[in-house]
């Protein structure tokens, strides 16, 4: 059997003369609002039917970056009043890694206005992957094998290992349930590193894993991310996240997983020299465009699209024209005091491990 080896070319973002295949929609606003939400999923839900599950970060206590739950409450009471919120407990150790200290987290972050199913709390599923390099399957939460439609609803933002994280992070590495799959993802057969798997190979295994779900589910699947609060940092690292130095764009929808993680990276690379340098940085540096050339290469959507403004009555646009006239990000004070307190708190206990190793 020949010896696995990831991709290439994670580092170099393709612009998009040089793609080619058909084009998806792909849906923008600028309105980062409750009907913002609203308007966006509105336009790419026709294929959300039956029992409806609503994937998206929750995040670490009193996460500073995460989707505002008010908005989800809005568009749960207006659009979908059935929904169930899903998630997976976390592999690292942290606010979510037990059933237990997931729920409190929930309730602290206001996610209590429906129903939330830690779909890992009694148990896995196998989902098979087709056509995958790295696995033949992943592990799941088995309870979300209990739903006929998903909306991934994804806080658009950087990732320390995955560069960025878009709906394919938030379905492959979100879906994957805490102890396996999330290990089969991260972490190396035999090392005793949790996090020894990075770059092109660590791509090509969050997407693998996105697709046995979002095959799971067919059409019967939408994608909208949220471009707010967009820091380096993941939403896994809480009040610990790199402050925001990236503007707020606006949100996007499709019902193509690609086109959607592709045209938010887009217009990331359409911003200003300043205002886009702390994300591409962290995208190159990860090689997270591995992330977009292996979902095309595993057929999970195109990496061309037509931007529709629905702002201004559908008109086509570019990313640039997307991004024309963001200002910089303001960070609120009790955000930043929160910020702090964390960080103090994490050197605090860096120091007496220090010392007590001597």
């Known amino acids: 059997m020949s010896e696995k080896r990831p991709g290439q070319g994670g580092e170099r973002y393709v612009p998009y003369e040089e793609r080619t295949g058909k084009e998806s929609t792909v849906y923008f606003t600028r309105d980062l609002s409750a009907e913002g939400l609203k308007k966006l999923y509105e336009r790419v839900n026709s294929g959300i039917t039956g029992k409806v599950a609503i994937k998206l970060h929750t995040g670490e206590q009193y996460g500073p970056n995460i989707i505002p739950h008010e908005w989800v409450e809005h568009l749960v009471k207006t659009d979908l009043p059935d929904a169930t919120i899903i998630e997976t407990n976390t592999f690292y150790a942290g606010d979510r890694d037990t059933t237990e200290k997931h729920r409190e987290t929930l309730q602290v972050n206001g996610w209590t206005f429906c129903p939330v199913d830690i779909t890992d709390a009694e ?25 006929d439609s998903l909306v991934a609803l994804t806080h658009f933002k950087g990732h320390v290992m995955g560069g960025f994280g878009g709906s394919n992070k938030n379905i492959g590495i979100g879906c994957a349930d805490g102890k396996i799959g999330k290990k089969m993802i991260h972490q190396a057969e035999g090392s005793d590193d949790q996090w020894s798997i990075a770059e092109e190979e660590l791509m090509e295994r969050m997407a693998e894993s996105t697709k046995a779900t979002i095959d799971f589910f067919g059409k019967k699947i939408c994608y909208v991310n949220v471009m707010r609060n967009i820091s380096v940092s993941c939403d896994c690292e809480g009040c610990l996240a790199e402050q925001v130095v990236t503007p707020n764009v606006g949100i996007l929808a499709s019902t193509d997983i690609l086109a959607v993680d592709q045209a938010c990276v887009d217009m990331i690379y359409a911003l200003s020299e300043t205002d886009g340098a702390a994300m591409r940085e962290r995208i190159e540096t990860r090689h997270g465009h591995r992330q977009l050339s292996y979902m095309e290469e595993l057929g999970m959507g195109s990496r061309r699209y037509i931007l529709l403004d629905t702002d201004h009555a559908d008109a086509p646009i570019q990313p640039a024209d997307a991004v024309e006239g963001v200002v910089p990000f303001v960070e609120l004070p009790i955000v930043a005091e929160r910020r702090r307190k964390a960080q103090e708190a994490m050197a605090a206990m860096e120091a007496a491990l220090a010392q007590g190793n001597e």
Request: glycine share 16%; hydrophobic share 35%; charged share 20%.
């Open 123 to 147: 148990g896995t599923a196998d989902l098979p992957v087709k056509g995958g390099k790295w696995f033949d399957h992943m592990s799941v939460g088995k309870n979300m094998l209990n739903y």
